[in-house]
């Protein structure tokens, strides 16, 4: 096995076992300690990813580390006992900006984000294929939309074991299906369009940018 399918396969088994701690955490059973560090994580992780990569690191990095030792210091307490609001927090405010980073393509003007995705892959599109993708962006807006609403909804009302399991292990398989089921209506809708594999997507998508958020028709190559 190659070292690339060792560290996606080591990813994997590490998603697999964050996930399932953090249910574990979530069932009330856990330590808070666990639970508040689980939480934590990501945060941090996104902190130091973000400073990592500033000009003035070196100064930055240390003050804020320094800053965010203090804080959980003062805070841990609170932290422990209310580690479910840090859970539920970052989960709406993924989904949120996911469906946002779709939703704000469909405005008047812009380019939706599938339609630039397959211009990158396949070139000047046709007008049938550009309703076709502005509708799948529609689509994912709605749906990480609705993780949105089902997330807070769940927490509120169906108690942390229900909203747990949805969050930890049912968002993504349904992200799967939802992806199996576009395609297939893709290859019924647009039996003439080449069908580009997910790796062959990465690998375009991989050079650069999308294209400029500019009329559709641009993407298009006709006006």
């Not at 590490?14 to 955490?25: D, E, G, I, K, T």
């Not at 030792?69 to 900006?97: M, T």
């Not at 993708?133 to 089902?150: G, K, M, Y």
């Amino acid at each position: 096995m190659s070292s690339a399918r060792w560290r996606q396969l080591a990813g994997g088994i590490l998603l697999v076992s964050y996930a399932l701690l953090v249910h574990y955490s979530n069932l009330g059973t856990a330590p808070p300690m666990l639970g508040a560090v689980l939480a934590l994580a990501p945060l941090l992780l996104v902190l130091v990813t973000g400073l990592s990569r500033l000009r003035g690191r070196r100064v930055a990095l240390p003050l804020s580390l320094v800053a965010c030792a203090w804080l959980l210091w003062r805070l841990w307490p609170q932290i422990e006992q209310h580690f479910d609001w840090i859970y539920l927090c970052q989960q709406c405010a993924l989904y949120a900006a996911l469906a946002a980073l779709f939703g704000r393509t469909l405005w008047p003007g812009q380019v939706p984000l599938c339609t630039r995705w397959a211009a990158l892959v396949h070139g000047p599109l046709s007008p049938e294929t550009l309703r076709y993708t502005r509708a799948v962006t529609l689509l994912w807006t709605l749906f990480f939309a609705s993780v949105v609403a089902a997330t807070v909804l769940l927490y509120l009302y169906a108690g942390h074991s229900v909203w747990s399991v949805f969050v930890n292990f049912l968002i993504l398989p349904a992200a799967l299906l939802l992806f199996a089921v576009e395609f297939l209506w893709r290859r019924r809708s647009l039996p003439h369009l080449a069908h580009a594999s997910l790796r062959q997507m990465a690998q375009v998508l991989s050079r650069g940018p999308a294209l400029p958020a500019t009329d559709p028709a641009d993407a298009s190559g006709t006006r």
